[in-house]
């Protein structure tokens, strides 16, 4: 069993930058693959970025690539997301979920726990 809660979102103007962190209970966090998604208002939820185990790999969706950066740090059990160049359609809750598999799924359905959520709003 895994509970993730995530925190640091907010409001931030265009071309500002936010850090996500989701923290995670549990003895085998380094043992999960970790996702960020999003979901804007009247959208479906839609994959961010994820990350391996190690951090060794992690994989983007076109419309954060280069802008995102997720990483983790497997001894404090919390894995990030630094948002950086924001804009307004970046606005949206923020969920980090994990993944019990090995191979970084970008579907929604593939990960088993998923955190609460962090609003997240641009303003222009």
């Known amino acids: 069993q895994v509970q993730l809660v995530e925190s640091g979102g907010g409001l931030v103007q265009a071309g500002g930058s936010l850090r996500l962190s989701c923290a995670a209970s549990?003895?085998?966090?380094?043992?999960?693959?970790m996702g960020w998604f999003r979901q804007a208002p009247g959208k479906e939820r839609e994959f961010v970025a994820t990350?391996?185990?190690?951090?060794?790999?992690?994989y983007y969706a076109d419309s954060v690539k280069g802008r995102f950066t997720i990483s983790r740090d497997n001894a404090k059990k919390t894995v990030y997301l630094q948002m950086n160049s924001l804009a307004p359609e970046d606005s949206a809750v923020y969920y980090c979920a994990a993944y019990g598999g090995v191979v970084p799924p970008r579907e929604t359905y593939e990960y088993d726990y998923w955190g609460q959520g962090a609003q997240v709003t641009v303003s222009s």
């Open positions: 549990g003895r085998t966090f380094s043992r999960y693959v």
């Open positions: 990350i391996t185990w190690s951090g060794g790999r992690t």
